[in-house]
């Protein structure tokens, strides 16, 4: 029973839908499992190795381990409507519990994992707020997990991802939940806030709508396939790179943000092997991507399969398009690629895209008018588009004063309605913000964010709202005050403003108290904030500005006012700090490099080589030179969680040694993981069978065998 259950392929699954329901995800998964159950679906690399064999899941295989979650999560007494905290790693085992959520109705929230360490407010706001029935977790994370959701009082289990028992009445036919059009299919977090989180309602009808959108909008084809490494837990990843798949039964070959951020390169080489026809993600990641760009480094890439490189999450600027053309013509990448979108998940995903036939169009603006609002000639600003609306989506561009649209020669609010808007966030009681009026009909969706539209294009200009957008990840100002506030005694608490600068970057502004005037030790300051914001948010600022009481520009009713805090000049600042924004292409060092001159000296002169080793790419990294010490702790000198994973990578090839991107949270001074890495590469040789040098002794013999990195063999079709 169990086994035909399993490999049902007959034309009655599944079964017809009854009136009132709207297809799904899991008839999607069906409908491929039964056309081409040996077809790939997923392909998912790990961390580490251009060669190292990946995971393949067909479509046969994805939906098995899909229903072995569904009736596991059945037997855990998860009933359709309940809400499940999804805090995976990247990998198969999210899409397998996503979807299995689904087919029993259940409600996917996904998070993202914590790190070791981490404390649980970052994420554990999200599961009050969503009211979590259960945590789903990978097998290797159950015991981590389990101790910190104690204080929540939610169960961590990991589901199985295979079930050959099936229970009486646990069969697909009993159990499969028929999806309504307004019953919700997962909650998207959108805030960074611990506060006051918010999660979007997304809707069966809205998804299938906007997968839709998304379909016609790129121009997919049964023939594409997807490279992608962005995360699952950001609407971007999510829908973008795991859920359009499953509409469409195109593959998607993943590998980790963390291994994208390690080696960038890498990222093309598996689009290159693999023949990939759809790349993308935000600006910085094709920035990222040249800083690696050397011409040894891109040697073997073929893009000569490239059909799209979208463009979204943050804004897109014209000079790293520009380059990153340049650097990749070689390898077949030409301005046509280009794909510029935009969307929010307020909108479920996407609003608008370039459409893939027609290379994408510009604007030249003068810097000035733009930020009073008027479109004027000029050649300050050249602005990529984000493209022409999608299928069904109604864009609005108004006046945010007025309330009325906005003449054509005006920068306005973007509004938004269309079958993929949301009807708003879990468990507010504000919706006012999804259901605007504008010229006598309702259902407006006000995004916050600033544009224009030229030709049937959509040009994002900048924002009305606060929120600050580094990197593709949304930042709210109250969360990164709130850390900036506890980080040193001298900071007059709720004097502090976070902002986006101008052309991109994180500023902050705060006042002193009057008895830290006094005596003002700005370095200390300058590295607490930095270390906070790092540890906690996982960035560093660009700017950080120290003022005197009363300096901050409020409102009348004492409000600290933002905006008019980023295009402010401070001539009577206490101290400023300025971050080195210069970056240089960095390829990888050869293999063992750094190990070979470290095992040709004396044991005495190891530390010392490779801690001064260590500051100099400190000092690289960070742009701080001058504030590099032994002990100093890395956040605080400046490093954000992008340099640290990029800081690991290049450490872990120079020491030919394999190293976990959160080793820099345990060992949090150079002294401290200069320390952590001699031990482990030179271990005390008076070692006996279970001690901890032992494996220690192993791992450095397996990886001094290990041979340099080579780029992935010839394209697999």
């Not at 906007?210 to 997807?226: C, H, K, M, P, S």
């Not at 006000?446 to 030709?455: K, S, Y």
């Not at 005390?684 to 780029?711: E, F, I, M, W, Y």
């Amino acid at each position: 029973m169990a086994s035909q259950s399993l490999r049902r392929k007959d034309a009655a699954w599944p079964p017809s839908r009854p009136k009132g329901t709207v297809r799904s995800l899991v008839d999607d998964l069906a409908s491929h499992a039964a056309r081409q159950p040996a077809g790939i679906a997923f392909r998912f690399l790990p961390d580490r190795g251009y060669a190292t064999a990946a995971t393949v899941w067909s479509w046969a295989d994805l939906e098995a381990r899909v229903w072995g979650v569904a009736r596991y999560l059945l037997r855990q007494g998860i009933k359709a409507g309940a809400r499940v905290l999804l805090a995976y790693p990247t990998g198969l085992d999210f899409i397998a519990g996503f979807l299995g959520c689904l087919c029993i109705g259940a409600v996917p929230v996904p998070v993202s994992l914590p790190r070791p360490r981490e404390r649980m407010s970052r994420w554990g706001h999200v599961s009050r707020d969503a009211g979590a029935s259960l945590i789903l977790c990978a097998a290797g994370d159950l015991d981590r997990l389990s101790a910190q959701t104690a204080e929540v009082g939610i169960a961590a289990c990991h589901a199985p991802l295979t079930d050959d028992f099936v229970p009486v009445g646990f069969d697909r036919e009993t159990i499969r939940f028929e999806a309504g059009p307004e019953d919700l299919a997962f909650l998207q977090y959108t805030s960074g806030s611990t506060e006051a989180p918010k999660g979007v309602m997304v809707t069966h009808a809205m998804l299938q709508a906007n997968l839709e959108q998304i379909r016609a909008g790129f121009g997919f084809t049964a023939l594409d396939r997807i490279a992608g490494w962005l995360p699952h837990y950001h609407d971007m990843g999510l829908i973008g790179g795991i859920l359009t798949p499953v509409h469409l039964g195109i593959s998607n070959t993943m590998m980790t943000p963390t291994a994208f951020l390690r080696d960038p390169l890498r990222y093309l080489h598996m689009a290159s092997r693999y023949g990939a026809t759809v790349i993308g993600g935000p600006n910085f990641g094709y920035d990222h991507i040249l800083r690696r760009a050397t011409p040894e480094a891109i040697a073997g890439i073929d893009l000569s399969a490239l059909r799209v490189a979208f463009s979204g999450a943050e804004p897109i600027r014209a000079d790293t398009q520009q380059e990153f053309q340049r650097v990749f013509a070689p390898a077949g990448f030409s301005p046509r690629h280009w794909v510029g979108c935009y969307g929010l998940a307020e909108a479920t995903l996407c609003v608008s895209v370039t459409p893939p036939t027609e290379i994408a169009r510009h604007a030249c603006l003068d810097a000035a008018a733009l930020r009073r609002g008027n479109i004027a000639a000029g050649q300050d600003v050249t602005l990529p588009e984000s493209g022409a609306a999608t299928g069904g989506q109604e864009i609005a561009i108004v006046d945010p004063d007025t309330l009325q649209r906005a003449p054509t020669d005006k920068v306005g609010e973007i509004w938004l309605r269309g079958p993929n808007i949301a009807k708003g966030y879990w468990m507010s009681d504000a919706p006012d913000l999804f259901d605007q009026r504008l010229g006598g009909a309702g259902g407006w969706l006000r995004t916050g964010d600033l544009g224009f539209v030229q030709g049937g294009r959509l040009f994002v200009t900048g924002r009305l709202k606060e929120l600050i957008i580094l990197r593709g990840q949304n930042l709210y100002p109250q969360d990164l005050e709130r850390t900036v506030a506890i980080s040193d005694a001298a900071i007059a608490k709720g004097r502090i403003a976070a902002y986006e600068m101008e052309g991109g970057g994180l500023g902050i502004i705060c006042e002193l108290t009057r008895q830290a005037c006094r005596d003002v030790q700005a370095d200390a300051i300058f590295a607490n904030i930095r270390n906070a914001l790092g540890q906690t948010h996982g960035i560093t600022p660009d700017h950080i500005t120290l003022l005197r009481p009363t300096r901050l520009p409020v409102t009348p009713s004492g409000k600290i006012q933002r905006l008019a805090c980023k295009s402010a000049q401070w001539p009577d600042a206490v101290a400023q700090w300025q971050a080195n924004t210069v970056q240089n292409s960095t390829p990888l060092a050869p293999r063992g490099a750094l190990l070979a001159q470290l095992q040709s000296m004396p044991l005495p002169l190891r530390k010392g080589r490779l801690l001064s080793h260590l500051r100099t790419a400190l000092a690289q990294a960070t742009g701080n030179a001058e504030g590099i010490s032994n002990d100093g702790r890395f956040f605080e000198m400046g490093l954000d969680s992008v340099n640290a994973v990029s800081l690991i990578a290049t450490l872990e090839q120079e020491l030919a040694l394999d190293l976990d991107a959160t080793v820099i949270f345990e060992h949090s001074t150079p002294k401290a993981l200069v320390d952590y890495l001699l031990a482990r590469l030179f271990p005390p040789q008076n070692t006996r069978p279970g001690h901890p040098h032992t494996q220690a002794t192993k791992d450095t013999q397996a990886l001094a065998a290990v041979p340099g990195s080579a780029p992935f063999p010839r394209r697999l079709e």
